[in-house]
Structure formats: structure tokens, C-alpha cells
């Protein structure tokens, strides 16, 4: 997928991530020394129960929070060591997030949610070609709440990928979804990797969805336990649960 097994280029790279909440007897360790890379290209899949420090790792390599300690480069650069202005560009041009909810803009059209990202990025994706892309065209004139949940997530998935970001971030992107349509939103994003190269990062519960991935993290209580390359990723057509 992507050009990830032709080059194993080191796209995110993070070494001892720390981080807490609280202090004294309150204090809580979310990550406890987080060491791991992706290939650019890649499809990576980070598993594990809650309160194992998924989203947290995802919100730090987002620039959404800060770390305690350790590094965290992203095309060779150190979030960790950017000022509030210059992680603010970082999120303009590098990334796009996708959410369990969708956050849509209600009194948007589909379009118009996807147009206003848009703004942010020097080289955005065209609009119209992007819609046709996620099967949205028919609809780019229709506002949310007048279409149903799988096509609000890709309109979602669209707003993010319109930037033509180098990474998307997604925190449990099928959650809110039926098998169905969850399906159809992996296959999505399998072909937007395919497609538009971007490396992608996927925070699930579902144990299932890491048989698509090129790389399969797990965290337990803020360690990673488990970090391998799947040599052989299934299609998302094939995933079942």
C-alpha cells in the first residue's frame, strides 16, 4: 500500500514518550517511555482497552498536547520541540484527523464542510473530484442531518484528506458505525492509502481492523507490548468480526 514497501522511508518516529495527568497521589502515567517508527505509506493499527494511551499518543503526534518527555519527529521534524505557532502550521500542512463523531458543521453542505479545510492547504485535493472519490457528489449539496452516518463519516474522512495531508490521524473512525458501513469506511481508507500515499494511523478497540494494517501496535497501561510488521495485510473486503 502506497509506496511503503518500495522505500521504508521512516515517516514518524517517536523515542521514550512520557506522559502524565495530575500531580502527588493524583498523578496518573498515560505513556511510559513509547519507543516506535512508520514507514511513510504505511497503514498502522494501534490496539488496546481503555485507558492504554492510544488516543493520548495520537493527540501528542497531532501536536494537540504536549509530551513530558521523549521525541516525536515527523518528517524529520521534533513536534516537541515547536512553539504553539509553528505546531499550529505543522497541523495546517501535515495533518488531517478523523474522529469517532464527526464534527461536521450542521449549517454546512457536505461540500461546504470539506471547502472550508480546504482553505488551510497551499495544495488541496480538488473538491469535486474528492467528492466523487467518497461517493458524496450526489450529495455535496445536502446538509448533514440529511444523510446518513456512514456518509457523514466520509465527509469527515474528505475534510480531512482534502489538505492532501502527509498523515492522517483517526481515533476510532468505525465507532459510531454498523458492520456494514464500518466495512465500507475501511475500504475507504484502504484506498485512500492506495491512492493519495498518506501514511494513516488508526486508534480501534476492534482487533479485527489490524489485519489490514502494514503495522500493528498495542498498548498496555502507556507501554507498547506489541510491535510488528504484517507482511501479508487482507483487503478490508475480507475483514470480518
Known amino acids: 500500500m502506497g509506496d511503503t514497501m518500495a522505500t521504508q522511508r521512516v515517516y514518524v518516529q517517536v523515542k521514550d514518550l512520557k506522559k502524565h495527568y495530575g ?12 519507543d516506535t ?9 494501534m490496539l488496546g482497552p481503555s485507558g492504554s494511551g492510544k488516543s493520548t499518543f495520537l493527540n501528542l503526534i497531532g501536536g494537540l498536547e504536549d509530551a513530558d518527555a521523549g521525541s516525536i519527529l515527523v518528517d524529520g521534524c521534533d513536534l516537541t520541540t ?3 505557532g509553528d505546531l499550529g502550521e505543522y497541523r495546517r500542512r501535515e495533518l488531517g ?15 461546504e464542510n470539506i471547502e472550508v479545510t ?11 473530484d474528492l467528492l466523487r472519490s467518497l461517493g458524496l457528489y450526489e450529495h455535496r449539496n445536502k446538509f448533514p442531518r440529511q444523510v446518513s ?25 468505525t465507532g ?6 464500518s466495512k465500507e ?10 491512492t493519495y500515499g498518506c501514511t494513516i494511523i488508526i486508534v480501534t478497540h476492534n482487533a479485527a481492523i489490524a489485519r489490514m494494517a502494514n503495522r500493528v501496535l498495542r498498548l498496555r497501561d502507556g507501554r507498547i507490548v506489541e510491535d510488528e510488521l504484517n507482511e501479508s495485510p487482507v483487503a478490508a473486503a475480507e475483514l470480518d468480526w
Do not use: W
Open 185 to 194: 469506511i475501511l475500504q475507504l481508507m484502504e484506498d485512500v492509502n492506495r
Open 176 to 181: 459510531a458505525l454498523d458492520y456494514k458501513t
Open 118 to 128: 480546504a482553505h488551510l492547504s497551499k495544495n488541496p485535493l480538488n473538491v469535486d
Open 37 to 45: 517508527s512508520i514507514n511513510r505509506g504505511e497503514i498502522c493499527v
Open 23 to 34: 500531580d502527588g497521589d493524583a498523578r496518573l502515567t498515560v505513556l511510559d517511555g513509547i
Open 82 to 84: 515547536l512553539k504553539a
Open 97 to 111: 484527523f478523523v474522529f469517532q463523531f464527526y464534527n461536521l458543521v450542521p449549517d454546512l453542505t457536505i461540500k
Open 149 to 173: 452516518g456512514g456518509q457523514q463519516q466520509r465527509c469527515a474522512i474528505g475534510r480531512a484528506l482534502v489538505k492532501n495531508p502527509g498523515l492522517l490521524l483517526c481515533d476510532e473512525p
